[in-house]
T-cell receptor, first 113, second 113 residues
Framework: SQKIEQNSEALNIQEGKTATLTCNYT??????LQWYRQDPGRGPVFLLL?????KEKRKERLKVTFDTTLKQSLFHITASQPADSATYLC????????????FGAGTQVVVTP | KAGVTQTPRYLIKTRGQQVTLSCSPI?????VSWYQQTPGQGLQFLFE???????NKGNFPGRFSGRQFSNSRSEMNVSTLELGDSALYLC????????????FGPGTRLLVL
């Protein structure tokens, strides 16, 4: 079955630096991959979607890459700020339905001033 | 536009009881999905509804059920509650032709004692 792996260790980073998160998946060739942000006690918030035919996508200080050969996505937060502190989740569509999202466990990012 | 709303936000029940959670999607969104989030299992897909019909189902026992009304509002029910059902239950809505992008509500925190 499909497996999604994200680094379970928290990423501690200094303000202004670039945070890089990894999402690896196996046993699947998804048509797209998404990244969500989740703050404690709140629902995930959609950030970016990248399709299989796209190598890179940007939104403000966020950048996502998608390597379908390595089965990996990298998520970058440039010029990080304390307000970026949150858990970031990657999500792939279900093997039988796009509406059936499967999430990684998430990586917590802590940005210190 | 108002976001996804979920009621109640917090709930405490005892083993063996049943519970009903409610979700109102973003106006115009006709697809509603439900997820369970726990520290051990992460975010797991429960089911998806569209036009009052269950379109997808995750790997949960029959104690978990849901329904959708003609105004796209949805409810999920858990019968014969178990301690392991303690979780954050999240509802997400999406446009019919963009089901891959889901907008989550704040969730209902259920504690089973």
């Amino acid at each position: 079955s499909q497996k999604i792996e994200q680094n379970s260790e928290a990423l501690n980073i200094q303000e202004g630096k670039t945070a890089t998160l990894t999402c690896n998946y196996t046993n699947y060739s998804p048509a797209y991959l998404q990244w969500y942000r989740q703050d404690p006690g709140r629902g995930p918030v959609f950030l970016l979607l990248i399709r299989e035919n796209e190598k890179e996508k940007r939104k403000e200080r966020l950048k996502v890459t998608f390597d379908t050969t390595l089965k990996q996505s990298l998520f970058h937060i440039t010029a990080s700020q304390p307000a970026d502190s949150a858990t970031y989740l990657c999500a792939l569509p279900g093997t039988d339905s796009w509406g059936k999202l499967q999430f990684g466990a998430g990586t917590q990012v802590v940005v210190t001033p | 536009k108002a976001g996804v709303t979920q009621t109640p936000r917090y709930l405490i029940k005892t083993r063996g009881q049943q519970v009903t959670l409610s979700c109102s999607p973003i106006s115009g969104h006709r697809s509603v999905s439900w997820y369970q989030q726990t520290p051990g299992q992460g975010l797991q897909f429960l089911f998806e509804y569209f036009s009052e019909t269950q379109r997808n189902k995750g790997n949960f026992p029959g104690r978990f059920s849901g329904r959708q009304f003609s105004n796209s509002r949805s409810e999920m029910n858990v019968s014969t509650l178990e301690l392991g059902d303690s979780a954050l239950y999240l509802c997400a809505s999406s446009l019919v032709d963009r089901v891959e992008t889901q907008y989550f509500g704040p969730g209902t925190r259920l504690l089973v004692l």
